[in-house]
């Protein structure tokens, strides 16, 4: 392979070019080749923008020789089927979060990029913030003692009706859309949970779930409680409470890569202290993990949290009271 992973990308949704695309302009180990749309004119107008092919359907896109991987932006529920040709097409694949939204269907993903010999990575981009990795080395060297609690909250203005959030048929929900993020919080920095109980409000009218919450336990009586929905005043943090201290972090999942964040640490014994973050590109450190990952010919799933958040989200449905 190159010295740079060679890209195409899958649809041209709002995340891929408002956030990933102009990304990549700060990360030489990955070379933008051609975007993909269902119309000509869709992927022409894309390409033009970021200076690369236009290509006029998926299928063609995975057909090209000059495309190491892919990233799929699509709506969650055509995640299986795009994720799973691009895999048996040989090329590795970053694919929008959730993977899919079925455990199911996200563990096959997994396998199927095992036996295929090909980095499949979920595009969850906050773990990869130096912020967050500061965070974790605190918890892991006791600076609160022994971690015991977690409350965190991702929520978001409602959106209009034509959102993919607000569709039951493209993997809409708060659930898949919004719970991700301090759920995926809470595993990193409490290790594995399990669901006690959940609630979730739904929108009888769209036909997906708007709003919830859960709590969460694991070993040594640890608990988690998270807070999501997608018509809320919107909320982006989260604190873990040890028997010595605490930890809080604001704006905690999407803080601009151009902005100073921090870190807040209070001992038991009142003492308080603000730890000052650089600023720092999740997007780009995702897209950076992502390249290494391939060049270095690590292949199969990439991190822990895919398979154990999908399983999570899952019960967290399961065990909510029917609506």
């Not at 000059?66 to 795009?82: E, F, Q």
Request: charged letters at 20%.
């Amino acid at each position: 392979m190159s010295e740079a992973v060679r890209l195409g990308v899958l649809g041209c949704a709002d995340i891929a070019i408002r956030k990933v695309l102009p990304a990549l302009a700060h990360v030489p180990s990955i070379r933008l080749v051609a975007v993909a749309s269902r119309t000509a004119e869709k992927a022409a107008e894309v390409a033009h923008r970021f200076g690369c092919a236009a290509v006029a359907g998926y299928e063609e896109l995975l057909d090209r020789t000059d495309i190491d991987a892919v990233y799929v932006p699509l709506p969650p529920a055509l995640h299986a089927d795009w994720v799973s040709a691009a895999l048996r097409c040989g090329k590795h694949v970053l694919a929008e979060k959730p993977l899919t939204p079925h455990p199911a269907e996200t563990a096959a993903l997994l396998d199927l990029a095992t036996s295929a010999r090909r980095v499949l990575m979920e595009n969850i981009m906050f773990p990869h913030h130096s912020r967050q990795r500061r965070v974790r080395d605190l918890v892991t060297t006791g600076a609160i003692g022994n971690p015991l609690a977690f409350t965190g909250s991702f929520t978001i203005p409602a959106r209009p009706a034509s959102d993919i959030r607000n569709s039951a048929s493209l993997g809409g929900g708060a659930l898949l859309d919004a719970a991700v993020y301090p759920v995926a919080a809470a595993q990193m920095l409490l290790g594995e949970l399990d669901v006690a109980s959940a609630v979730l409000r739904h929108d009888r009218e769209l036909g997906v779930d708007v709003a919830g919450a859960a709590l969460l336990h694991g070993a040594g009586d640890v608990t988690a409680q998270v807070v999501f929905g997608m018509r809320h005043a919107y909320t982006s943090e989260y604190q873990v409470l040890g028997d010595r201290g605490r930890i809080t972090v604001e704006n905690a999942y999407h803080p601009r890569a151009d902005a100073v964040t921090e870190i807040r640490l209070q001992s038991r014994n009142g003492t308080a202290e603000t730890l000052v973050v650089p600023p720092d590109d999740q997007c780009a450190n995702t897209l950076e993990a992502f390249a290494q990952a391939v060049l270095k010919s690590n292949t199969g799933p990439v991190g822990d949290l895919t398979s154990r958040t999908a399983v999570l989200i899952d019960e967290m449905r399961r065990r909510a009271p029917a609506a």
